[in-house]
């Protein structure tokens, strides 16, 4: 069982790499900070010991100070910035190939329970949104947090009642972004469901847009659409509205407070004998520095809830097991053996009965049945999409279990019912850049299945650019596509999963060709749909309910009778 990540040790892990820039980052916000409370007293200053005084040269002395103060401050700010954000953007990089490569060896079974709009947005939107965090996010908040303590310490160094006066707003501007930061974070985890299922459904609905359109649906996706966008909408500008709130109350407080200040100088002449005009104005800047970050930290609270909300989905996703890999052998023997297998996907509603069969080296077995016999979900166990509860299949002697799936991927390869075709050239969509792949093998296995022929009356021959699915292609021609691809792998157990099920008869024809090359190549199973794509195989296994109701080649089975016989006839008529 995967160990349970959560939120914040999931970002440091990635952060920790870049440890010495955050540290030096963080090593110059005091020192920024207490640049920053410096100008206002040398404000102070020039005003109290160089103007009243009429003494120009310490003016001029605190004036070059002070450029050099502001100037210092600018370059640290600067370098400070530069080093959050680059570590800021590296971290993000190496978090989205943490997702994305979490995404891709999550189990059949999880990655089909959510829509692939909502496995895009953690990748993409949502680590988008964590970045945000590095402009304007925690970082900063401990950079504000210093400057107010900085401004704190300095205006009770001057006047205890400036002071007092002052740190009675604290409490009120402490509960005001509390109350913001609670409504904005339950605003923020909204936002963030919602824009998921946004993505979930324009990705459904570009990659159905045919059948979108073939059954007139169109103004029923649109109205789907626009009833969860309306609700973004609406979340949303309840979230920019409490943000834009708490700028006004913040801002409304900083000049209140001025105007008390200004009205106890007027009322109480004890004050005013302790407080210099220098004092009172650096004490202005001041509270200018003071309810800057705070504004900016009120802002900054926002963003950060909406990065915790964005983090906390990414940190589920996280969370989700990936299937353990218990093998540690490399794959030794391509003898397939199955013994007593029995599956379920849902308890009490078995899929495949105590199954046994064996599929010696170089062999070719077909598997035929109605719907729901079983065929898929054997293949499923045979690539270890899901672990075998019951029964074992065997390599030689090795368990499935014993061995890597890396090493099952790199021995068994697999040809679907609808392939997957790269919007790139054809060369790349049969050699995927493999360099083992030379160009005279790629161009001696199209000759062999025939789908030479068809590449060379493309614009660009094997440098045509397919559209994205092969959408300018034909059903067979990605089949076939898909085969060469097969075939040009180092694989030596080749699955067909209803590679012949949605094809004319012209072009199963070529398919059948190409099979029975196929089958002369490498060890075979094949999941028919056609049985007469499947009369060469050197065995057949009928399967009904789970179990083998017979076994033979096709000239046997067709003598024994019964279901497969039934089967092909029925297809034969149907040409």
């Known amino acids: 069982m995967n160990k349970e990540i959560t939120a914040i040790p999931l970002f440091l892990k990635h952060a920790k790499k870049y440890k010495l820039r955050f540290l030096i980052s963080l090593g110059l916000m005091p020192i920024t900070a207490w640049l920053a409370v410096k100008g206002p007293s040398l404000i102070q200053d020039a005003i109290d010991n160089g103007i009243k005084k009429q003494d120009v040269e310490y003016v001029l002395e605190i004036s070059y100070i002070y450029l050099a103060v502001l100037a210092t401050l600018s370059i640290l700010q600067a370098c400070q910035n530069i080093l959050l954000q680059t570590s800021g953007i590296r971290t993000l990089r190496d978090l989205r190939e943490s997702i994305v ?76 972004i509390n109350w913001f930061r609670i409504k904005l974070r339950s605003l923020y985890d909204n936002i963030r469901t919602l824009n998921g299922k946004l993505s979930a459904q324009l990705n459904e609905a570009f990659s159905m847009l045919y059948e979108i359109n073939s059954f007139n649906l169109q103004k029923a996706h ?36 001025i105007g008390v200040i200004l009205l106890m100088l007027g009322l109480i002449p004890s004050i005013t004998d302790t407080i210099t005009i220098g004092l009172f104005v650096a004490y202005i800047q001041l509270l200018q520095q003071l309810f800057e970050p705070v504004k ?14 964005a983090l906390n989905k990414i940190t589920n996703t996280m969370n989700t097991e990936l299937p353990q890999d218990t ?52 293949v499923r166990l045979l690539t270890r999409q899901y672990d075998i509860p019951q029964g074992e299949i065997l390599f030689g002697s090795q368990n499935i279990k014993e061995i890597t799936r890396i090493s099952l991927k790199e021995n068994i390869v697999m040809v679907p019912q609808d392939p ?35 590449i060379k009356q493309m614009p660009n021959s094997y440098d045509t650019i397919l559209e994205e699915g092969g959408s300018n292609l034909s059903t067979g021609q990605r089949q076939l596509l898909a085969l060469a691809r097969a075939l040009a792998s180092a ?10 099920a949605n094809i004319d008869t012209e072009t199963e024809l070529l398919i059948q ?21 499947i009369k ?24 024994h009778g019964g279901l497969y016989k039934n089967m092909y006839e029925l297809q034969k008529s149907e040409v």
């Open 222 to 257: 649109i109205e789907d659409f626009q009833k969860n966008n309306e609700n973004y909408r609406k979340t949303s500008i309840k979230a920019i509205s409490l943000d834009a709130l708490v700028y006004s109350l913040l801002d409304g407080m900083l000049f209140v407070t």
């Open 296 to 309: 900016e930290m009120g802002a900054r609270f926002a963003v950060l809830q909406s990065a915790l909300a």
């Open 101 to 176: 490569h979490h995404i891709c060896h999550i189990g059949k079974k999880d990655y089909d329970r959510k829509p692939l709009g909502v496995h895009l947005s953690r990748a993409t939107s949502d680590v988008e949104n964590i970045g945000e965090t590095f402009l304007q996010g925690i970082t900063y908040i401990m950079s504000d947090s210093l400057i107010i303590v900085g401004v704190f310490i300095y205006i009770f160094s001057q006047n205890v009642t400036l002071g007092f006066i002052t740190l009675i707003l604290l409490p009120i501007i402490i509960f005001t």
């Open 536 to 559: 060469h195989a050197e065995n057949i296994i009928v399967l009904l309910n789970g179990e083998i109701l017979d076994s033979g080649n096709h000239d046997e089975l067709i003598a």
């Open 491 to 500: 694989a030596e157990i080749l699955i067909f999963d209803e590679a012949t």
């Open 513 to 533: 060709q190409a099979m029975d090359f196929a089958m002369t190549q490498k060890t075979s199973i094949l999941i028919a749909h056609r049985l007469s794509t």
């Open 420 to 454: 997957a075709i790269f919007h790139e050239s054809i060369r790349f969509n049969i050699t995927l850049n493999r360099p083992e792949v030379s160009e005279e093998k790629m161009i001696d296995i199209c000759k062999r299945i025939k789908v030479d022929s068809f």
């Open 327 to 378: 093998g540690n052998q490399a794959m030794k023997s391509h003898d397939i053996s199955i013994n007593n297998l029995a599956f379920e996907y849902l308890e009490g509603e078995p899929v495949l009965r105590k199954l046994s069969l064996k599929i010696p080296k170089g062999s070719s077995l077909a598997v035929v049945g109605p719907t729901g016999s079983g065929k898929s979900t054997l």
